[in-house]
């Protein structure tokens, strides 16, 4: 079975370019979990949705960051206006009702932004 | 106070060695405890539950204690193959907050 799919694996960009990742949760999975990671701070989430519904943003750290799922198969986070210090490793997990807790990792985006 | 704090290591232990990681974390209601991994560069793995009464999964031993709100995780006969990155996780209502983790080298 396929895992969480992340795209693209690197993306190295200049600052003040928009940057876009994607995800595909795993099938079934009815849970969407975006993670940022970073020797600083660790693994912080930033946003999840519930049946395609966002749930809580509260991690987002600021308006730069927008994330959609238009479906169930589907997820975007965007970042536009990207500044160096988004540079991070940003993980998308999914998890599925009933053992929400267990979560599920994508091999992450590095995100570079110059 | 952190969430969740681990001391972030390196914990240095030869093959075959019995080694312990600690975890605090400082909100009371948490309900869900659990234990991930994460090797260099790639994506975190559950590892184990924790479970109120301790639970044991082959080499690795993992115990809560919810009166000093500390979790642990103990590795005996460590392998080479055990270095990584441990992250503590504790869960609330339907989300997980993770420590920045211990990191584990084992070496022969």
């Known amino acids: 079975d396929a895992g969480v799919i992340q795209s693209p694996r690197h993306e190295v960009t200049e600052m003040g370019q928009e940057v876009t990742l994607r995800c595909k949760p795993i099938?079934?999975?009815?849970?969407l979990f975006w993670y940022r990671q970073t020797m600083m701070r660790g693994l912080e989430l930033l946003i999840y949705?519930?049946?395609?519904?966002?749930?809580?943003d509260s991690g987002m750290p600021e308006d730069r960051f927008s994330a959609k799922m238009p479906n169930a198969s589907f997820s975007t986070l965007k970042i536009q206006p990207s500044e160096p210090r988004d540079s991070a490793v940003y993980f998308c997990?999914?998890?599925?009702?009933?053992?929400?807790?267990?979560?599920?990792f994508g091999s992450g985006t590095q995100l570079s932004v110059l | 106070r952190k969430e969740v704090e681990q001391d972030p290591g390196p914990f240095n232990v030869p093959e075959g060695a019995t080694v312990a990681f600690n975890c605090t974390y400082s909100?009371?209601?948490?309900?869900?405890f659990f234990w991930y991994r994460q090797d260099c560069r790639k994506e975190p793995k559950l590892l184990m539950s924790?479970?109120?009464s301790g639970n044991e999964d082959g080499r690795f031993t993992a115990q809560l204690n919810r009166a000093s709100q500390y979790i642990s995780l103990l590795i005996r006969d460590s392998k080479l193959s055990d270095s990584a990155t441990y992250l503590c996780?504790?869960?609330?209502?339907?989300?997980?907050?993770f420590g920045k983790g211990t990191m584990l080298l084992v070496s022969p």
């Open positions: 997990a999914s998890s599925s009702t009933g053992n929400y807790l267990k979560l599920f």
């Open positions: 099938s079934g999975h009815n849970s």
């Open positions: 949705f519930n049946n395609n519904v966002p749930i809580d």
């Open positions: 909100n009371s209601a948490s309900q869900s």
């Open positions: 924790v479970y109120s």
């Open positions: 996780v504790v869960g609330g209502y339907s989300t997980l907050t």
